[in-house]
């Protein structure tokens, strides 16, 4: 299957708008995230490009996560795997399933390489502890 046979654009922006509907009411996450961001429609509109470029190849997405993310403040394992686990539920809500179920195998590599960057970069002397996916 080539990429742009697996969804569209706005199966893409549905995943990710709700998604992040869920992640500004969660009661862990949505502190988190509605602190750090500022202008949402902006960032909805930047991770539909991070997704679109990861699901569909269209390489619109510029940026480097891994800083943005290290720079926040008390991040741990428990928020990482929230984020995962409703992540999952967004995901599994999708009609579009072929989509959903490569949007969150690539989620828990992000997850899981987001975690160990912040914990090295936070904590060079320590191994990195893995996240434990439900």
């Known amino acids: 299957?080539?990429?742009?046979?697996?969804?569209?654009?706005?199966?893409?922006?549905?995943?990710?708008?709700?998604?992040?509907?869920?992640?500004?009411?969660?009661?862990?996450?949505?502190?988190?995230?509605?602190?750090?961001?500022?202008?949402?429609?902006?960032?909805?509109?930047?991770?539909?490009?991070?997704?679109?470029?990861?699901?569909?190849?269209?390489?619109?997405?510029?940026?480097?996560?891994?800083?943005?993310?290290?720079?926040?403040?008390?991040l741990n394992a428990q928020l990482f795997e929230r984020w995962l686990a409703l992540f999952r539920e967004a995901t599994a809500a999708q009609p579009n399933r072929a989509m959903g179920e490569q949007a969150y195998e690539t989620a828990q590599r992000i997850a899981e390489s987001l975690w160990y960057g912040y914990q090295i970069s936070r904590r060079p002397e320590t191994v990195p502890t893995e996240l434990q996916h439900g």
């Open 1 to 74: 299957m080539r990429p742009s046979d697996l969804c569209s654009e706005q199966e893409i922006s549905a995943m990710v708008r709700s998604f992040y509907d869920a992640v500004r009411q969660d009661e862990q996450l949505g502190p988190v995230f509605n602190t750090f961001v500022g202008d949402w429609e902006y960032h909805l509109l930047k991770l539909t490009d991070f997704w679109s470029s990861i699901l569909l190849g269209s390489g619109r997405f510029r940026g480097t996560p891994m800083p943005k993310h290290v720079a926040l403040p008390n």
